[in-house]
């Protein structure tokens, strides 16, 4: 049984998520490949080969994949499985927005059914997922000779780099490109912060903002005092307090840092299934009765324009 793992990169480098991946991959057979579809990419291939479990990197590396193009994504997965004779039994992808985007694709050409979001490996046919906004979780088993799954980076903690020698990378032909998908432009938002899908501390803001200058003025220096990545929750993007690539919840980015403050944010259960996992949640609202402190560790019950700007100086 070997098990394929889709890599998410930027060309240079690894997306975190595709290391939860490789973990999960490792509980479900012995021999995990990785496939790095990208233009220009050694390093994110040298990188992968590097990880402990990994026995192959499969690189393929041509023009047709310079943009992460679902369509061409899929296409290079199935190549590989028609290659292979049969020896793939898993393919997995990371819940990344690329993952998300590729993993049905390939389900529907190969006719099976993809699991999305597994959070946890019970057999090589059996897994768990999260349903209804994370309120309850399904144990799910397929029958599917190849199983397509998207994997839930915050479940699993990120395969370290090996000890050893590393595995081989082996040089596989591109695709040719179907022509009916192309990207037409990148709008790639720059940030000296942290990535929020992956950052340690998250400062997140919600409506009680009331404004895009009050969410930068207020929000912005403490996620610098902490080194932290910043959040917003629904509310907070909807109303164009915060880019919407912000967002944390159900429809927006799942997290699970080490430190998760929620400043002026209700607690609707559509943002907790976004941040629940945090190790330790920080909750700040003047309302007593307001849903997040009966998920927070610690809770401040207090005005957020008075308290924040108090506890960005006191540090
Ligand atoms: C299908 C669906 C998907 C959704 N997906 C998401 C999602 O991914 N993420 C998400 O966040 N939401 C999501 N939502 C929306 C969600 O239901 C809530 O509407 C939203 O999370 C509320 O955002 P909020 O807490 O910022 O605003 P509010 O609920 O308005 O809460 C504002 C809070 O700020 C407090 N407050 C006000 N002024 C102050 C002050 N001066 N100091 C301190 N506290 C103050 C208030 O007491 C209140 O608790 C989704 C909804 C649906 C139906």
Redesign the pocket.
């Known amino acids: 049984m070997t098990v394929l793992v889709i890599a998410d990169h930027d060309q240079r480098t690894v997306r975190a998520a595709t290391l939860s991946t490789i973990a999960a991959a490792l509980e479900l057979g012995p021999e995990v490949h990785v496939l790095v579809a990208g233009h220009g990419a050694d390093a994110v291939a040298v990188q992968l080969a590097n990880i402990a479990g990994v026995a192959k990197v499969l690189q393929a590396d041509d023009p047709v994949h310079a943009a992460a193009l679902a369509e061409r994504v899929a296409g290079q997965v199935l190549a590989c499985l028609g290659a292979s004779a049969g020896r793939y039994s898993h393919v997995l992808f990371p819940a990344t927005a690329n993952g998300k985007d590729a993993a049905p694709r390939l389900a529907a050409k190969l006719d099976v059914a993809p699991i999305g979001d597994v959070v946890k490996v019970i057999d090589a046919d059996t897994f768990e997922r999260p349903i209804y906004a994370g309120n309850a979780l399904a144990t799910v088993r397929s029958r599917d000779a190849v199983k397509v799954l998207t994997v839930r980076a915050t479940a699993f903690a990120a395969a370290a780099a090996a000890t050893g020698a590393a595995a081989a990378i082996e040089h596989i032909a591109a695709v040719a490109d179907g022509g009916k998908a192309r990207l037409v432009r990148s709008a790639v938002s720059a940030s000296e912060r942290p990535e929020l899908a992956s950052a340690a501390i998250v400062v997140a803001g919600?409506?009680?903002l009331a404004s895009a200058a009050n969410f930068d003025a207020v929000i912005g220096p403490l996620a610098d005092k902490l080194g932290a990545a910043i959040g917003a929750?629904?509310?907070?993007v909807d109303a164009g307090y915060a880019p919407n690539d912000l967002?944390?919840?159900?429809?927006?980015k799942i997290v699970a840092p080490r430190l998760y403050l929620a400043v002026?944010?209700?607690g609707?259960i559509?943002?907790i299934a976004?941040m629940k996992d945090a190790d330790v949640i920080v909750a700040?609202?003047?309302?007593p009765e307001?849903p997040i402190f009966g998920f927070a560790d610690f809770g401040l019950e207090a005005?957020?324009?008075t308290a924040v700007p108090q506890i960005t100086a006191a540090l």
């Open positions: 919600g409506r009680a929750s629904r509310a907070a967002q944390v919840g159900q429809t927006g002026g944010i209700s609707a559509q943002h976004g700040i609202n003047q309302d307001a005005d957020l324009f």
